[in-house]
Structures are given as structure tokens and as C-alpha cells.
């Protein structure tokens, strides 16, 4: 299924204005713009539209004020993944160059900080108040935890507990945080805003549960990376943690994926056992738990996209 499709009139009235005001928040400098206008080429604004959604989910928020946290979230991400880009060393992301591929390291290190900025500079010229600016911070901050997590602890086996901290730094915090900030901007209660941000948590998870697995089992033409590029660079993820405890061959697994060499070979191990099944289920379980999560508050069409949302995310392929 299409994400797109997924999306309400709330989403889709919103989807042009946002990209043009994604364009226009890089177009102040000629270098910025020819480097950072291919990377917004591609990507499915998710995060932008999850805040967009909740912050209409019960009562309506203005686009004129929404737009510019919806664009700094799109911002924020895209800066992170030039910066992860560099760490991992990837050299391409969403089909098209990496900055670091394209420019050097250097250079990347300030697009992606300039991204990050520009960011800033929206939120604090739109008054969003002391929480907003406060989410937005704390997310960032666990951003940069999740990855320091990850990146010193390369070809290691995490327990099921530590690979679930690095996910929900990593990833279930940032979806988290765009929900909350929809229901935070539209002055939501208390219990709403929890809620809300509860739905995000789970989402996050699952959407990271899933990329772990395309990783090893994607389409290579759809989702833009080289299969099994997460093993390469030592990441080990979810399918690794429950073939380790499932096969005949986890002593030569766990060679494997603690050298780094020969991803094929842990591909087909992984393959061998319940691994597929075992993380889509987790998945499933997190989107159900997103579903439950939804206030009952809500604009029937918006909850119904929320829901929509969470089904594309188990059934995406890139
Ligand atoms: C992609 O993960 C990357 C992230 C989820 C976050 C990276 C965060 C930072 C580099 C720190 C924050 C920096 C700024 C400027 C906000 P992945 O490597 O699992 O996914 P991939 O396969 O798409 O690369
Ligand atoms: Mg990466």
C-alpha cells in the first residue's frame, strides 16, 4: 500500500504546502540548495505528517501556524541522516548519493548541520513556546544517544532489552515526539497528549522492527540500500537476535555477525528459521498497541488515517 493513499484530505491538503515550504527553507544559499534539494527528492514525510495529523485530530490547528514545526521536523530527520550517512559511510540513500559520497565528509558534516539550524531558526521565529522547543531538544538529544549507542556496540549481540533502548532512541522517539507535538500545539488534555504520544512509541517501534528487517529481505530497487548493509557495518538487529536463539547454526551465525564477513551466508541462515515471522509479529503487536492507544476523541476521519498510518508501516517495503 501506498502511504500516500493512506492519507486523509487533512494530509493531503497539507502535502503540497509542505513541500513547498520545504523548498523554500533550503533556497536562502545557491550550495545549499543544489545539495540538499535531491535529498528531499525522496522520503515519505512521515514525521511531518503525523504531527500534521494529530495537531487536527480533535481540534483544528491553523496550517499557517502548523506548517513551519511540520517543515523543522522533515528538516530535523533529513539532517540526521546526512550525519548517519557519515557515520555509516553510505553512499547512497533513498536511490540517489549520499552528501558524504557526493562532497567529502566535511562538507556533509555542515549540510547537515545547516538542516539542523534552519530547523531552529523556524521554530524559534514561530512562537511555539517552551514544551515545543523542549520536545524538539530532548528528541535530538536521544537521537544522538541511540546512534553514540549503536556505534559503540558494533558487532556485538544486544540482549532484547538493549536492542529495544536503541530503537526507541533511535526511531520511537522521534515519532513519538511529532505526535506529542501535535496534540501539544492543538492544546489536547493531558491524557490525550500521553496517548497520543503513546500511538507514536509503538508506531516507532514497529517502523524500526520493519526497516531491520528490510535490511536483511527488501527489494534493493525499492528501498534504496544494499541488502544486508547493517551486518556489514556491524548493526545487529532483531532477525540476528532471535536466529541466534532459534538455529542449529547460531554458533556460525554468531561468527558471522561479530566479523561482519559474509552477510550472504547469515541471509540464508536467518532465512532458516522463524526469524520473518517472529519480527513481523512483534510488529504487529506494536501496532496493535499504537491502535489502542488512539484517544477516543478523535475526528473519526483523522483516527481512521492514524489507523491507516499504522497498517502502511507492517506493509511498507521501502
Ligand atoms: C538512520 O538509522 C539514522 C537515525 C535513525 C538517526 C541518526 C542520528 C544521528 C546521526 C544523530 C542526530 C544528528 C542530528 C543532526 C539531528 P539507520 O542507520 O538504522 O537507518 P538507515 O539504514 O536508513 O541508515
Ligand atoms: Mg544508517
Known sequence: MNFMAALN???????????????????????????????????KRLRPMLFLLCANSKNDFPQKKSMPLAVALELIHTASLVHDDIIDSSKKRRGVETSNSKYGAQIAV????????????????????????????????????????QDRSLYEVPTLGEYYTRINLKTAIFLSSCCRLGAIVSEMDKREVENLTAYGTNLGLAFQIIDDLLDFFGDEKITGKPRGGDLKSGVITLPVIRALEVSDEAPTLR?????GKDVDAAIKIIQATDAVDYCRTRAEAHIESARVNLPLTLKTSVALALEQVADFIVDRTR
Open 9 to 43: 484530505e487533512v494530509a493531503s491538503k497539507n502535502l503540497c504546502v509542505l513541500e513547498e515550504q520545504i523548498r523554500e527553507s533550503i533556497s536562502e544559499d545557491t550550495f545549499i540548495f543544489e545539495a540538499c534539494a535531491p535529498l528531499f527528492k525522496g522520503g
Open 110 to 149: 555542515l549540510i547537515g548541520d545547516y538542516l539542523f539550524a534552519k530547523a531552529f531558526q523556524l521554530v524559534a521565529e514561530n512562537n511555539y513556546g517552551a514544551e515545543v522547543s523542549s520536545t524538539l531538544s530532548k528528541l535530538v538529544k536521544n537521537l544522538c544517544v541511540g546512534e553514540i549507542m
Open 255 to 259: 561468527k558471522i555477525v561479530t566479523s
